[in-house]
């Protein structure tokens, strides 16, 4: 039998901690006892399954081996779903002290964190709660076992007592394609196929506390800041002074429940007086700790309230213009993510007035790490949101984020897929009903990633027709318990009350109560579509797709912007759609199986299908790709089979995705100065392996939509408006692009022939900016006679060079030699642009009156082995650097690498050239965060591109490969 002991309590100085509770048991209820005997002590659980909360119950079985590579090939359609109808049992028992279960006045109580999605809960052959009380996937549920301590206490014969509890666990039914659901729980809509089990389980954390009935939770820091007058609404003003609050959530756990006699009267738990003092690290003198004075407090027994401190009695809290410059927090790419240290703790006043001069015990207490920064929101006379952090616009460029499909983690994954986010250059990530773990938040403050919380689409959220007295009162325990948990981060950016409609006036009233109960002071936006709302007013946000491919040409149109997606306004979802996966991704996701990696149909058969979304979704399939895909790059498996037609298709694909996702990102951030106030790539990953909507997929590789982003996404980025034939430099800085820089820009055929060259020298660029090219450097005309000159297709580079490099490296020979450009940018242009058929466009896509040609792609010369060469030189254990910093938490064993390689043809451009660095088997490539990839080299060009890659030091160097679209699809 296991036992899990909690060693600190009342009998460790009185305080009361909370002990996680991980080790679980698990079993289908069907053929069980009731919960007053699985419960006992005594009962015997030995056969049941091994499980490690936070899990699902499908999440356990696989880890226990019954559902091997449940990911691949079409294995997830195996499970029997009614396996997981009737509930399931969750097990586990604790050691406690004796001593603190029987001291005066103590309570002990289990909070179950995450419950998918409602329980009856036992303890010691107790029914301690049920399934009408503990219901709401998002509800924290707090459990008082304090009878059932106290009396294992009293039978103890040694020094612990033994709590067991066991909770029969019911899974939702929230299904998005059935639209009769009402269980408020996680629902993946089109995004991946349904968990078989509903994701039942016990999903977050449980805990075990005994002790003190006062509990210390949800710290927080509110900063205000005070700023000169922003030059302009994108630049950022100078910051003259701060001023911090410091609040922390205080609950007296007692019960407040009625006693049932006179005797029980006497015995029954009253309030509780004490004090609470903070403590907050780097604003004390020297930059030591800072101890605000204690704040007196009465905490009603079953109440809780939140107590708060400020520069009226702990003056340190107002900060001048110096400290505020070096204390605040700041999202990526705006300066540092600043943690530090806050702590808050009770002393009962009783306990005070006893203990005198010696020191009072503390009694319950609360750690976390919080970043003082002020985030501000409002709506721009065109009607656009608009973010501002430390009084600093802060244009949102993210994607949304997708747990895994059974809700696995781990720490490793966590970071991973955060610093792919950062690498991509995004700097927020959108939460849709997906509240996701501690840790990855964690995570988020230390990296500065934001995060946009907010409730689902589509399914039990927005049928709020069919909601009862039960929908209501989880939808509000819900938002509040979530805000409250996250009101605190630094990474909160705002909370949006829904996603695609406006909730009725009843439901959005519940939700106003539920924020000013959690405390939340961040912006509320009442959807993630354009709505207006009586209580927080109008969205300033828009939904109107696209959620499939649409050409380049699509982002700037003027008539994309009226009622579509085009760049204008903040889009809180939006997608260019297809982002096949890579060969490499692909060939795990079918296990390796060459007779399943080029089935009959190709990229629309079943096989494929089933890695594109819900089956039961509007996009099921790549069918809104591959007619545009085949019309504008050909056919290019054309007489091929099997694992050589996989590799030309997924080869190509990576150069489709990265030139319609590096256009959406590339036109939002053009015209961020003109409206175009954030965009939200859908999605930023996937839950399940899938070959739609991401930018790095479930095996954690980034392919072509995640290089197009992180092109138009660059500190420095060179941008190329296709439609109205503009170049343009943005800048986020640090500091200005100085006066006198040289914008270069070149047209070269498919041979490396150079058919354009025109420089133009540049004005200040100052950290924020976007700066279009003179009319004169490059148009649309000189494009398309370049291309047709080439036989159909022209490379156009842009080159950015400081105002003292010299002359810039052209294509031809010598193009790897002299000073490295500040950026550079490269685009692959046909004769003629796509172009857009507006009356056929709707939500999700457009059709075209006529596509693009680029088929010439496939006649480039072809390069064989060795003409384009990689040598990777390692730099050791990874530390924080000046291009890539880290913060020490970060858990990924990372290594700086540089790579420095070449095109040696004098003939050819190595188109969409990629790095890959391998691990000593030859064929796993290792998780490689690149600084560029997919790039094109001019003939003779050479270039030297960073990474981190994830290995241990005691590893083999890792081989680095080279592979490019001229070796692998050109004749």
Known sequence: ????????????????????????????????????????????????????????????????????????????????????????????????????????????????????????????????????DVVGTFAYHTIDITAQARRAALAASGASARLCIAATVHRPYDVFWTRNATDLAIDFVDWSPDPPDGNVGLWQPAELVVGSPVRLEFAMARTSVTTEPAPSPVRRP???????????????????????????AAAAPSAVMGTVAFTLAGLGPAGGDLVCPGKKVTILPGRALDVTVDASTCPPLALNRSAAEALLWWPVGMGAPRLRALSAHFTPAAAAAAAGAAGAPVTASTSTRVGLRHVASDVDPNGSRRFFVNGAYFPVRGGGFAPDLLQRTSAPRRWAELLLARTAGLNALRFEGKFQSDELFDAMDELGIMALPGLCCCDAWQNWQLW??????????????????????????????????????????????????????????????????????????????????????????????????????????????AAPMTLDSWNRTVGGDASLIWPEGGPDSELFRAHCGNPHGLFRSLGFFLPAFTQRYGD??????????????????????????????????????????????????????????????????????????QAALRPVALLWDPFNGQAAVANDGPGA???????????????????????????????????????SLISSQAVSAAARAAGGVAFLRLSLWSADSGAGAGAGAGAGVGAAPLATGTFWQPVEQDVVNWSQCNFYRCNLTSAADLTALLAMPAMGAGVVTAEASFHGPAEPTDWYPLPPSHVLPLTAVTVRVSNTAKSAVAFQTRLRLMAADGWTELLTLWEDNYFSLLPGESREVKAMVARLETDPEPAVEVQTWNAQLAA
Request: glycine share 10%; aromatic share 8%; net charge negative.
């Open 737 to 775: 692009v100085p006066a006198g820089s040289r914008l270069e820009a070149s047209l070269v055929g498919v041979d490396g022939k150079e058919l354009y060259r025109q420089s133009s020298t540049m004005p200040d660029i100052p950290e924020g900016s976007v700066e279009l090219a003179p009319a």
């Open 238 to 264: 100078a910051i003259t002074g701060a001023s911090v609050v410091l609040t922390v959530r205080a609950t007296n756990v007692a019960s407040s429940a009625a006693p049932p006699s006179p005797a029980a």
């Open 468 to 577: 009862g007295p039960e929908q209501e009162r989880v939808a509000f325990r819900s938002v509040r318990d979530q805000l409250l948990r996250l009101r605190g981060r630094a990474s909160m950016l705002a909370f949006l009350a829904s996603s695609d409609q406006l909730p009725p006036a009843a439901v959005q009233a519940s939700y106003d109560q539920a924020v000013s109960d959690a405390g939340w002071t961040l912006p509320v936006i009442a959807a993630a579509s354009n709505v207006t709302s009586g209580i927080w007013g109008p969205s300033g946000v828009k939904m109107a797709g696209p959620y499939a491919w649409v050409p380049p040409s699509y982002w700037t149109d003027p008539a994309a912007a009226d009622g579509y997606g085009g760049a204008m306004g903040f889009s809180t979802e939006i997608s260019p759609g």
């Open 1 to 132: 039998m296991r036992g899990f002991a909690l060693a600190l309590g009342l009998a460790l100085g009185g305080i009361a901690c909370a002990a996680p509770l991980t080790d679980w048991r698990i079993q289908t209820t069907a053929g069980q006892p009731p919960g007053t005997e699985v419960s006992l002590q005594t009962f015997n659980d030995s056969a049941w399954y091994a499980a490690q909360v936070p899990t699902t119950v499908l999440a356990a079985l696989a880890a226990a081996g019954e559902y091997p590579a449940l990911f691949e090939a079409r294995n997830l359609e195996s499970v029997d779903a009614s396996r997981f109808t009737s509930p399931w049992w969750f097990r586990t028992c604790a050691t406690v002290p004796v001593a603190d279960a029987l001291a005066p006045g103590a309570a002990a109580t289990v909070t179950l964190k995450g419950v998918n999605y409602r329980a009856d809960v036992f303890c010691n052959g107790d029914l301690v709660a049920s399934k009408e």
């Open 636 to 709: 290019v498996v054309a007489g091929r089979a099997g694992v050589d037609a996989a590799r030309r298709f997924l080869v190509a694909a990576q150069a489709a995705a990265m030139e319609s996702h590096g256009a959406m990102f590339s036109g939002y951030r053009l015209r961020q100065s003109l409206g175009a106030t954030g965009v939200v790539q859908w999605m930023a990953n996937n839950a399940y392996p899938q070959h739609i909507w991401h930018l790095w997929d479930q095996h954690l590789q980034p392919g072509g939509s995640f290089y197009g982003a």
